[in-house]
């Protein structure tokens, strides 16, 4: 078994809930920045009223008056940034639900092309199985080995519930990799594939 087979793979996370986990960050930073200068906007604002009801201040608080300006334009900055972080986390989280829902879909196309797998090798009678041997009633010609496959491959799609000592789930599992392979083959349309 090589190292690489051996590391457990963390479940793959899309470019969007990349995104999603950053912005979020990012906006927790701005609006705790947000609460910060306001706090320190209302404390200058205390100073500023000192000043015109004609106290004095002492060098640090007239040097944090004089910042004013600054902190005001900081604090729309942040708004501003913080509005627009918020925009783009709806447009994200929109994203997002988009693609679950499109992963959901996708998950349904297998599971129902498993299940119409299942239908079709259910229903291969003795007769039916005739007219494939023989190419007939519009039935293409197979050999023995390759209904030997179908057979093999029903028995692997269609686990029953005496299955000895793995249970279902387990079976379940160990035949992920086996439905992935014959997904891969059939977008690929490798005709031959039930025929190995």
């Known amino acids: 078994m090589t190292s690489a087979q051996t590391v457990v793979s963390k479940p793959e996370t899309s470019v ?27 404390k200058l604002d205390e ?9 004095s201040l002492n060098d640090d ?15 729309n900055l942040a708004h501003e940034f913080s509005v ?5 986390l709806v447009d994200i989280e929109k994203q997002e639900k988009r693609e679950a829902i499109e992963r959901s879909q996708q998950a349904a196309g297998k599971i129902r092309e498993v ?29 023995e080995e390759q209904l030997k496959h179908l057979d093999d ?12 000592e793995k249970d ?10 086996y439905f992935n392979e014959v997904e891969i083959s059939l977008l690929q349309n490798k005709n031959n594939f039930f025929a190995r």
Request: proline share 2%.
């Open 16 to 42: 969007v809930q990349d995104i999603s986990k950053h912005c979020r960050m990012f906006l927790t930073v701005i609006q705790n920045k947000i609460r910060n200068l306001e706090k320190r906007k209302k």
């Open 47 to 55: 100073y500023k009223e000192l000043l015109k009801s004609g106290k």
């Open 61 to 75: 608080q007239n040097k944090s008056v004089a910042e004013y300006d600054h902190v005001t334009t900081s604090l």
């Open 84 to 88: 627009k972080f918020s925009t783009m």
């Open 115 to 143: 299940l119409i797998a299942q239908d079709v090798l259910i229903n291969m009678s003795l007769g039916v199985r005739q007219d494939f041997l023989e190419g007939k009633n519009g039935a293409c010609k197979l050999t």
């Open 153 to 164: 491959f029903f028995h692997l799609i269609s686990p029953r519930e005496e299955v000895g």
């Open 168 to 177: 279902f789930q387990d079976l379940a599992y160990d035949l992920t990799p």
